[in-house]
């Protein structure tokens, strides 16, 4: 699997929007790129994916640049609960791999 | 749709004793994945389970092993406790966990042992 580069953490101010970024330089053709949130102590939560456009769902939009070389995950209204650990997964998109490969992620801290 | 599930959410055991998760999928999910959570090493796959069969195996010694039953539930055992099992115990379920499927992580189990 393509490896991800995400600066440990970062902040943002409540109400203000969040981006954050991911590097997947050795990503392939043939791979999504996935993100995941985890608040502490709980389970991974989906947010969004994407191969090559740009994705916009109820939680984020994902901006994945024309090279597909790296990628930026955009929470429009960041909240207090938005404070997470931000994980960039890419993934295969068939064949027989079908686990994903956590890195450490993005802290995320939204400050009032 | 209910999410996935799993139980017991807590659990403490000491040295030597074994331990049996349980994960139920989101209804329809088809495979389960099982993830170890620990502060040094970070997520890391267990096995996946598709149809009753495990299709794919992390980097874990024997003592870790699971099962899937028909109804796609699925648990998994450790046994010979050791102090670095400790972890959270995390089930992701998704209808076919190929690279386009979205697998949906359960609560977790988070299990001490001491």
């Known amino acids: 699997d393509a490896k991800t580069t995400q600066p440990p953490s970062m902040d943002c101010a409540e109400g203000r929007a969040a981006n954050l970024p991911c590097n997947h330089s050795?990503?392939?053709?043939?791979?999504?790129v996935y993100w995941y949130r985890q608040i502490h102590s709980q389970g991974p939560q989906y947010i969004i994916h994407g191969l090559k456009n740009n994705e916009t769902n109820e939680m984020a939009s994902l901006i994945i640049t024309e090279d597909r070389k790296s990628s930026t995950l955009i929470l429009p209204h960041a909240t207090l609960r938005d404070t997470a650990v931000y994980y960039c997964?890419?993934?295969?998109?068939?064949?027989?791999?079908?686990?994903?490969?956590f890195g450490k992620g993005t802290l995320l801290t939204v400050n009032p | 749709k209910a999410g996935v599930t799993q139980t017991p959410r807590y659990l403490i055991k000491t040295r030597g004793q074994q331990v049996t998760l349980s994960c139920s999928p989101i209804?329809?999910?088809?495979?389960v994945s099982w993830y170890q959570q620990t502060p040094g090493q970070g997520l890391q796959f267990l096995f996946e389970y598709f149809s009753e069969t495990q299709r794919n195996k992390g980097n874990f010694p024997g003592r870790f092993s699971g099962r899937q039953f028909s109804n796609s539930r699925s648990e998994m055992n450790v046994s010979t406790l050791e102090l670095g099992d400790s972890a959270l115990y995390l089930c992701?379920?998704?209808?076919?966990?190929?690279?386009?499927?979205?697998?949906?992580f359960g609560p977790g189990t988070r299990l001490t042992v001491l």
């Open positions: 997964i890419v993934r295969p998109r068939g064949g027989s791999n079908y686990k994903l490969t």
């Open positions: 209804s329809g999910h088809r495979s």
């Open positions: 992701a379920s998704s209808f076919e966990a190929r690279g386009t499927d979205t697998q949906y």
């Open positions: 050795t990503i392939s053709g043939n791979e999504y």
